[in-house]
């Protein structure tokens, strides 16, 4: 599987983003689909999850409320549309995906990792 992220860029506090995730290789119905992001000097951290059922998302405390993840198994895509952003949302984000029936799932048992997209959110 070959995940491709897009969609990042330089807003302001307040403004929206919508990040999207185009994967090949692979039908990606089987997969639990997730957004991590990694703020320069900090860890990679989760940000929400996609599992296979439509009502199956999963998201980090931080961004409950302001990100919404969704997914289109019949483009391959996942997405992810950042809503309220704070300057403490920049990072650079990427999409995961791991053949599973569980949707949160720790980060190392990720399979396959898309390369990054750069989100910037100034004050």
């Known amino acids: 599987v070959q995940l491709q992220a897009s969609g990042g860029g330089l807003v302001q506090a307040g403004g929206s983003l919508r990040l999207s995730c185009v994967a090949s290789g692979r039908a990606l119905s089987l997969y639990t689909l997730g957004w991590f992001r990694q703020a320069l000097g900090k860890e990679r951290e989760f940000v929400a999850a996609a599992g296979r059922g439509a009502d199956n998302t999963d998201y980090a405390g931080s961004v409950k409320g302001r990100f919404t993840v969704s997914r289109d198994n019949a483009k391959n895509t996942i997405y992810l549309q950042m809503n309220s952003l704070k300057p403490e949302d920049t990072a650079v984000y990427f999409c995961?995906?791991?053949?599973?029936?569980?949707?949160?799932?720790?980060?190392?048992?990720?399979?396959?990792w898309g390369q990054g997209t750069q989100v910037t959110v100034s004050s």
């Open positions: 995961a995906a791991k053949r599973t029936i569980v949707t949160h799932i720790p980060r190392a048992q990720y399979d396959y």
